[in-house]
């Protein structure tokens, strides 16, 4: 697997993380285009502050998953959509809905046979087939987009993360006994392109690197404590796509200790600069979460960065509060999924019937009703709630 321009990466990227350069900041987002980096200026402190989640999304819509026998839910480890189906990964097993909610399938085969999986670490979709990643057993499991077995691909590796290519190819984050590994594979002829990405030999456990997909469906990933975003090519190359830059809060690889918890030697940032826990690109805006123990320990950050616009905002759980779906909580909107430029998310309607039981002394406050108006809308089952956040189409 080739990697485009990685010496000058590796530069540039050393350079940017030693010396902690900051770019200029303004309340406008920059990009600036060098060969093929594209740097994305987040300013912490200039960018318009998100109060009211009403701000910058037009309506909520909430899909209630069906709850039945072969379905119930408990805390939804990962959520995919595509255009006919939900799926949910929860309980090591993974639920398939259409998107109304009505239930269609779950695959479950738990066990040691060449179909079975002993732990769904991670899965992923194509456009024909479902994967599903099982480290301990170190395979992959192939089934149809209906939920049939259709074969099993074992590997040297112990796959953690997984993301589809295309209909042929996928991305595995792996770990194994050469070290942690980025892994091209071709699901048909069980061929692989490889590249290996070995981390500070201070780290004792293994760090798998993160998928993101964009609106064009082009695959990213990044290693952990790094800024730079790389784009996965269909022929196997790598290269440089994306830099996002947080100015002064950048962090500094001058900063990073060690700490020993459990046993294991763990990396962290000494000064608490930005940490990036996720970042996703729509058609019209990029999209990242942070966390920043310089400006607030417990704090949550949200950074949008608008396309057509060139504006950045950001919500700050120490002031934000959601006016369409929490009724003036304090409570970061949960954007674990971007598809058709709306954000998606989970609710679990035991803590909406919680919320509405604390305050049910008080019938007229504007609370209250907002909450009511909620909760009409859930029904009596336990499965968790899919939350649609429709972006307004010009921030």
Not at 46 to 53: G, I, R
Not at 205 to 219: A, E
Not at 269 to 293: A, H, P, Q, W
Request: with cysteine; aromatic share 12%; hydrophobic share 35%.
């Amino acid at each position: 697997m080739k990697i485009k321009s990685r010496k000058k990466a590796i530069a540039l990227c050393a350079a940017f993380a030693i010396a902690g350069v900051g770019f200029s900041s303004c309340q406008n987002k920059e990009e600036v285009t060098r060969d093929v980096f594209k740097q994305i200026h987040f300013d912490l402190e200039s960018s318009c502050q998100v109060k009211l989640l009403s701000e910058i999304c037009d309506s909520v819509s909430l899909i209630q998953l069906e709850t039945n026998d072969k379905s119930v839910i408990g805390i939804v480890d990962k959520l995919l959509v595509d255009s006919s189906n939900i799926y949910v990964l929860s309980s090591n097993q993974l639920f398939v809905y259409d998107v109304k909610g009505h239930y269609k399938f779950v695959i479950s085969h738990l066990g040691h046979a060449i179909n079975e999986y002993i732990e769904i670490n991670d899965f992923c979709i194509s456009e024909k087939s479902i994967f599903l990643a099982d480290s301990q057993s170190k395979k992959i499991l192939v089934f149809s987009k209906d939920g049939v077995y259709e074969k099993t691909i074992e590997t040297t590796m112990f796959p953690e993360h997984i993301e589809s290519l295309n209909n042929r190819k996928i991305a595995i984050s792996a770990n194994g006994a050469e070290g942690k590994r980025l892994t091209l594979l071709d699901v048909e002829d069980e061929d692989s392109l490889q590249s290996y990405f070995q981390y500070e030999r201070r780290f004792s456990s293994p760090i798998p690197q993160v998928f993101i997909r964009s609106s064009d469906n082009q695959l990213y990933y990044k290693q952990p404590f790094s800024n730079v975003y790389f784009r996965i090519l269909e022929n196997g190359d790598i290269e440089e796509a994306y830099l996002l830059d947080f100015g002064k809060y950048n962090f500094k690889l001058s900063d990073l200790d060690v700490m020993n918890i459990g046993g294991c030697r763990i990396l962290y940032d000494t000064k608490g600069n930005v940490n990036i826990l996720r970042f996703n690109e729509s058609s019209n805006m990029y999209e990242v979460e942070i966390e920043c123990n310089r400006i607030s320990e417990e704090g949550q950050f949200i950074m949008l960065a608008s396309k057509d616009s060139e504006r950045t905002f950001m919500i700050n759980s120490d002031s934000y509060k959601d006016d369409l779906t929490y009724a003036d909580y304090r409570i970061v909107p949960d954007f674990s999924l971007l598809y058709n430029d709306n954000f998606w998310g989970v609710i679990y309607p035991a803590s909406w019937r919680q919320s509405f039981a604390e305050i049910k002394d008080k019938p007229h406050s504007i609370q209250y009703e907002n909450i009511a108006k909620i909760i009409s809308k859930i029904s009596d089952e336990q499965n968790p709630i899919i939350c649609v956040y429709h972006v307004k189409p010009t921030l």
